[in-house]
Every structure is written in C-alpha cells, then in structure tokens.
C-alpha cells in the first residue's frame, strides 16, 4: 500500500510557465515531507522541504505547499526552465526517530523551450 | 554542499560474482542509508546504520549485507549476484535520525 503517492507520470510545461508537481499522502503520522529532483544516471538532489507547522516554503523560484487536511502537498516551479527537466519525487517523513523516508514514483517533467 | 561518493557508477557482471558497492561521505554524518530504485519505480530503503558497528535492514528484502566500521564508510556486498539484483543503488546520509538525507551519484548494476 503505497502511502506516498504522485498521481501523474509526467508533466510537459512550456518554458517560462508555472509548473506544478503534486502529491498526496495517507499516513497522517507524517510530519516532513521533501521534493528531489533526479536526473537519468544520477542520484536525487535535495531541492526543498516543509514542515507540518508550516503550510508554505519558498526558496527561489520553488515553492512547496502543504495541506494536512487534505493531506496533499505541492511543488510550484516559477518560471520553469528546460534545465528542470528531470524526475521529481515526493518523500515523507514522521520526523524524529524515524529513520525511514518514504518516496512517491515520481513525475517526469518535461519544459518544452 | 552533500559530498557523499558512490564507485563504480556502472557495473556489468556475471551470475554468482561477489561484489561490493561503495560508499563514502565526507560530512561527518552519524545516519548513512542504501536504497534501491528501478526505473518508473519509488526508492525503496534496503539498509540503514545510526553510526559505527550498527546496521540495520529496511523494509525491502535484500540479500545485501553491509558494514560500517568507520563513519564515513558504508559499503554494501552482494555475496552471490543474480539477475534479480539487477537495478539502481542509491546512498545516502543524514545528520540526524528523520532529517534530510543527502544522496550520492548512485551505482547502475546489471547482472547478466
């Protein structure tokens, strides 16, 4: 039972539009949650993260936005580039003492130039 | 910026070899982490260690084993491999136990 889940495979944007990343999760123990973004070949690089306490991060042109109740988080890529291209994953934490991150399959998103 | 380091990134071996994928983080970081990933597919956690001398499985099954005498060290050894190991594997670090980890390059194995 997957308890991360991203809903769409892939996501194709034009270049300078907003492209939005969403993914849904069910364990309400989950208190961190994380966007990685991973290329072909290389492993996930760390892009942003927020806390239960906050319902919105920004860092950039990315902006992470949670709500509990609906126990669903977004990734907002402002203006989008075609050096975005690449697979983004979700992952949730229940924070401290839980070793484990538990990852969603990811969206391929593709910003068309 | 995560300095963690994984070698060889490509390995192609035959059925029954032993190998060994490294791994090597220069943070200082107490947590390290071995997950495996197939395309299409989310990253599933196969080992994990708090520090040194302590190891423990994660939630998918592996025939791995791995070690971890020295902090920055955290190899993982497949005794007898088959193609059913056949994937992508992925360390990582994290200063504290829920906290950010931080991925090295990761390692393509194929085993034919």
């Known amino acids: 039972d997957q308890q991360v889940k991203q809903n769409s495979p892939s996501l194709s944007v034009q270049e300078g539009r907003i492209s939005i990343l969403n993914c849904d999760y069910t364990?309400?123990?989950?208190?961190?949650f994380l966007w990685y973004k991973k290329y072909p070949a290389e492993g996930p690089t760390f892009l942003i993260s927020?806390?239960?306490?906050?319902d919105k991060n920004e860092d950039g042109r990315f902006t992470v936005f949670l709500n509990k109740s609906a126990k669903h988080l977004s990734l907002h890529i402002v203006p989008s580039q075609p050096g975005d291209s690449a697979v983004y994953f979700c992952?949730?934490?229940?924070?401290?003492?839980?070793?484990?991150?538990?990852f969603g399959k990811g969206t391929k998103l593709s910003v068309i130039p | 910026e995560a300095d963690i380091y994984q070698t060889p990134r490509y390995l192609v071996i035959g059925t029954g070899k032993k190998i060994t994928l490294e791994c090597s983080q220069t943070?200082?970081?107490?947590?390290m982490y071995w997950y495996q990933q197939d395309p299409g597919m989310e990253l599933h956690l196969i080992h994990y260690?708090?520090?040194?001398?302590?190891?423990e499985k994660g939630d998918l099954s592996s025939e791995s084993t791995v070690s971890r005498i020295r902090t920055e060290h955290f190899p993982l050894t497949l005794e007898s491999a088959r193609p059913s190991h056949t994937s992508q594997y992925l360390c990582?670090?994290?200063?504290?136990?829920?906290?950010?980890?931080?991925f090295g390059p990761g390692t393509r194995l194929t085993v034919l």
């Open positions: 990582a670090s994290s200063d504290e136990i829920g906290d950010t980890q931080y």
């Open positions: 364990n309400s123990m989950f208190d961190y």
């Open positions: 927020i806390s239960s306490i906050k």
């Open positions: 992952a949730a934490s229940a924070g401290a003492g839980s070793y484990q991150l538990t």
């Open positions: 943070m200082g970081h107490d947590k």
């Open positions: 260690s708090y520090g040194v001398n302590s190891t």
